[in-house]
């Protein structure tokens, strides 16, 4: 029996969970503060999610965990067998937790609507109890220690409208396709899958991105809900490529394979921050030394693909990719 320690207002601890659940693993689902707590203390980073393996074991940080499922349970797999697939799997999912999420993080934390109504219902989260005034006491000094993170994470009021039309560029790929069919890449999820969901689940739980995406993406807000929990799913894996795989890789193509450039070239060249311009807007951030790991792995396993997976993924990734890839 696995056990997760996260959190419903954390969008990688809706998608671990979500794939749990998808992979049919026993597990029980631990969203309780001071275990919480204990358990971060058993890893090297203090970020959750956190599983606790059968043997006692703790490791967190989703991709590798995603990995590693895989390579123990040979059951219900989430990445393709076919290789230039998996790659764009695995490209997608990095694309969606490492930019997506600065749509959850910024839809939640610039208004005040909702920094108000999630800093109360994480806090309420978190307490389980023990009265409405002791809980809203702490939901003040989360909100302003995330307020204040703002900057560091590139969620700026100045950044934001790239932040927004992208993520609006992905919501409308999504609401094309969804009608159709639920996964990417045949009709079972992959990695990506998952990952898209861990961050969308957030915008459809707070307030603004909420009304957005039930005005403009009713579809796309209604399966958020199926992808929580797949577990009852029987699906193939389908060859080639949907026509939204085309449009997330391209959307992924202007302006998370410029950001990784740019944000790779500043640590480069020893500065501390970067301005980049994507999809026709500025943007701009501090070096983060994890997206250069990230970029590292992409360009390792796009090297370790052969002929014949790159004749099949280079079409899609286009030159906005694959200058970046090749280095």
Wanted: hydrophobic residues 45%; contains cysteine.
């Amino acid at each position: 029996m696995y056990k997760l320690y996260g959190a419903l207002g954390s969008p990688y601890s809706q998608k671990i969970r979500a794939l749990l659940r998808y992979r049919r693993l026993p597990h029980i689902w631990v969203d309780e503060a001071a275990r919480r707590q204990a358990a971060l203390g058993a890893v090297k980073a203090p970020v959750i999610p956190v599983l606790e393996y059968p043997d006692g074991s703790f490791a967190n940080d989703s991709t590798p965990l995603v990995y590693d499922l895989e390579a123990r349970h040979a059951e219900r797999g989430v990445v393709p067998p076919d290789p230039a697939q998996a790659f764009i799997a695995h490209l997608l999912e990095d694309f969606a937790d490492e930019w997506l999420t600065k749509a959850m993080f910024g839809y939640r934390w610039l208004e005040e609507v909702d920094q108000v109504q999630m800093s109360r219902w994480l806090a309420f989260d978190a307490a389980k109890g023990g009265g409405l005034e002791q809980s809203q006491k702490f939901a003040e000094m989360f909100r302003a220690r995330q307020v204040g993170r703002m900057a560091l994470v590139g969620c700026t009021a100045e950044n934001f409208p790239l932040i927004e039309a992208s993520t609006r560029a992905v919501l409308a790929a999504l609401e094309a396709h969804v009608v159709d069919s639920f996964c990417l890449f045949g009709t079972r999820p992959s990695l990506a899958e998952f990952s898209i969901f861990g961050q969308l689940s957030q915008l459809g739980t707070d307030p603004t991105p909420q009304a957005m995406m039930r005005a403009d993406y009713p579809y796309t807000y209604r399966w958020l809900a199926h992808i929580d929990d797949m577990s009852g799913l029987e699906g193939e894996w389908e060859p080639g490529f949907a026509p939204v795989v085309a449009e997330l890789v391209r959307i992924s193509a202007a302006v998370y394979a410029p950001f990784l450039a740019a944000n790779a070239a500043a640590a480069a060249a020893g500065a501390e921050t970067f301005r980049m311009e994507a999809m026709g807007l500025p943007y701009e951030q501090g070096v983060f030394k994890y997206q250069l790991k990230c970029l590292a792995d992409l360009r390792s396993r796009y090297a370790a693909l052969d002929g014949a997976a790159r004749g099949a993924v280079d079409p899609l990734l286009g030159e906005g990719w694959l200058g970046l890839l090749r280095g």
